[in-house]
C-alpha cells in the first residue's frame, strides 16, 4: 500500500496547505453545527474547540503576509522558531494583554489557562503534520572533507 496521497508537499503552500484547510473546516463545523446543536453538552466544543485550532488556522495567513513583506525568505514550513513565537505572543495577548490589561474592547473575554493548554496542543499537532518537530539531520560529508 503506498502512502504517497498523504505526503506532504516539498514547498509550503502557506493558505492552500492541507493542515490550514482542515483547521478551516473544523472552525467552521465548531462554530456552525457543534456549537450551536450543543452537541452533548460539551465543554471541549464550546470552549476549547476553536482554541485547538488557533495556530493551524492562524499561523498559514500570517506567515504569508510575513513572506510578502519580505520577512521570510522561503517558502519552508513552519519552524520552530515561528510555531513557539507565535504561541507565546497569542497567548500573552489573548489570555492576558486583551481581557485583563485592555479591558474595553476585550470585556466579553476573560482569562483561562486551559485555552493556552489548547492552542499549544493545537500548534502541536500541527507541527506534527508539518514536520516542525523533526529532528534536523546534519548534511551528509563529503569525501573530500574527510581527508582533510
Given at each position: 500500500m503506498s502512502w504517497e496521497f498523504c505526503r506532504m508537499p516539498a514547498r509550503y503552500r502557506y493558505c492552500a496547505d492541507p493542515v490550514f484547510l482542515v483547521a478551516c473546516v473544523l472552525?467552521?463545523?465548531n462554530r456552525?453545527?457543534?456549537k450551536p446543536?450543543?452537541?452533548g453538552h460539551t465543554v471541549f466544543f464550546e470552549y476549547y474547540g476553536n482554541d485547538v485550532l488557533c495556530i493551524p488556522f492562524c499561523l498559514?495567513?500570517?506567515?504569508?503576509i510575513y513572506r510578502l513583506l519580505g520577512m521570510r525568505h522561503r517558502?519552508?514550513?513552519?519552524?520552530?522558531?515561528?510555531l513557539l513565537a507565535h504561541l507565546i505572543v497569542w497567548s500573552l495577548f489573548f489570555e492576558w494583554l486583551?481581557?485583563?490589561?485592555l479591558r474595553g474592547p476585550f470585556a466579553w473575554s476573560k482569562p483561562d489557562p486551559y485555552d493556552v493548554v489548547?492552542?499549544?496542543?493545537?500548534?502541536?499537532?500541527a507541527g506534527g503534520f508539518w514536520g516542525t518537530w523533526r529532528r534536523k539531520t546534519p548534511p551528509p560529508k563529503?569525501?573530500?572533507e574527510e581527508t582533510l
Open positions: 472552525y467552521l463545523l456552525m453545527v457543534f446543536l450543543a452537541l498559514p495567513p500570517f506567515l504569508y517558502d519552508r514550513y513552519p519552524t520552530r522558531f515561528e486583551g481581557p485583563v490589561v489548547a492552542y499549544a496542543v493545537g500548534g502541536a499537532i563529503l569525501l573530500h
